[in-house]
């Protein structure tokens, strides 16, 4: 049976299935130095979910063998796992070049045995994708916490001035979420004010500004019940769908794996587990077990929060679809 996010692909005659795998998505696991209030991964400082060594090594074992260009780590705070820097230096000495992306918690900058995070940064030329839901901090502290503004304003200083948003070479982009259940603004309008605001008051520059959606799971999703405003957003959701973002979509040309090695279509699905199969027995697809050139022959699998993906100007990993 059709759910009803397959109902609307189908009215809309918008199908949605895979392409060639380009980006390996690796979250890394649940451990972070903040309990954001819009967090779908309901990560925190007392999580245990960390990915293990002989994991990564199976990883970085299969991934030097496929030819996917991008390697993009979230979490959790990813720099938080024991072997952060192990997998770093392991893609960077591969042949063939990659780029490696980190979904930055910038407050872990400032915490004690953290502080090789910047350097270790720039040297390796990873992209940072970093959290910063406002450049007011009432509304940051809000959403992610008591002092979390300031300690994110340090954190980009120094990012700064070590080349980032600066050197071609060392891109950092925000990303930014609303403080409650709406949807983003126009993304090209709000990186305008993002870039007034942070040069003129912090001095700080950075390359593009990504808006996502909430999605109305784990941690979110408690926070909508308990102001009676899950149904209200689902529905903005529903009334918001654009067939017009399905091509965009991350679950297209992503590969996403748990701190496990288990294979999802994204880390929303990830959250809610519903993971892929093996075709061959029906056993957890875990990802040194995929085959490149036939994974896109797997079903995509959705549900009601996939609406969260395209409503209005739609969201992903990178932002806006539109």
Not at 66 to 81: A, F, N, Q, S, V
Not at 268 to 274: E, R
Request: glycine residues 6%; hydrophobic residues 35%; charged residues 20%.
């Amino acid at each position: 049976m059709l759910n009803q996010f397959q109902k609307s692909l189908l009215q809309s005659n918008s199908p949605l299935t895979r392409s060639r795998p380009e980006i390996l998505q690796i979250n890394t696991g649940k451990l972070c130095n903040l309990t954001c209030v819009h967090c779908h991964v309901n990560a925190g400082p007392a999580r245990k979910e960390i990915m293990a060594n002989d994991t990564i090594n199976r990883i970085i074992a299969w991934f030097e063998k496929t030819d996917i260009p991008t390697l993009d780590l979230t979490g959790g705070t990813p720099e938080m796992t024991p072997g952060f820097r192990h997998l770093i230096d392991a893609v960077s000495s591969f042949d063939q070049p990659r780029e490696v992306m980190t979904r930055l918690n910038a407050t872990i900058i400032n915490e004690p045995g953290y502080e090789w995070i910047p350097e270790y940064h720039a040297q390796h030329r990873i992209t940072i994708i970093a959290s910063m839901p406002c450049y007011s901090p009432d509304n940051v502290n809000e959403q992610r916490g008591d002092g979390v503004f300031d300690s994110s304003i340090t954190a980009f200083q120094k990012l700064n001035e070590l080349g980032y948003g600066k050197d071609p070479r060392l891109p950092m982009h925000f990303v930014y979420n609303p403080v409650g259940a709406s949807l983003p603004p126009e993304q090209k309008e709000l990186e305008a004010d993002y870039k007034r605001e942070m040069q003129k008051h912090f001095g700080i520059v950075f390359n593009e500004l990504y808006c996502i959606t909430n999605m109305p799971i784990a941690r979110f999703k408690s926070y909508l019940k308990r102001n009676d405003q899950l149904d209200e957003y689902m529905q903005l959701l529903r009334d918001s769908f654009n067939p017009a973002t399905v091509d965009g979509l991350m679950c297209r040309n992503t590969i996403n794996t748990s701190w496990t090695g288990e294979v999802f279509d994204c880390d929303f699905n990830q959250m809610l587990k519903l993971s892929l199969e093996n075709p061959s027995d029906g056993t957890p697809l875990m990802v040194w077990d995929i085959n490149p050139e036939t994974y896109h022959q797997l079903p995509i699998r959705t549900a009601s929060h996939c609406f969260g993906c395209t409503a209005g100007s739609g969201s992903s990993c990178g932002g806006s679809l539109e």
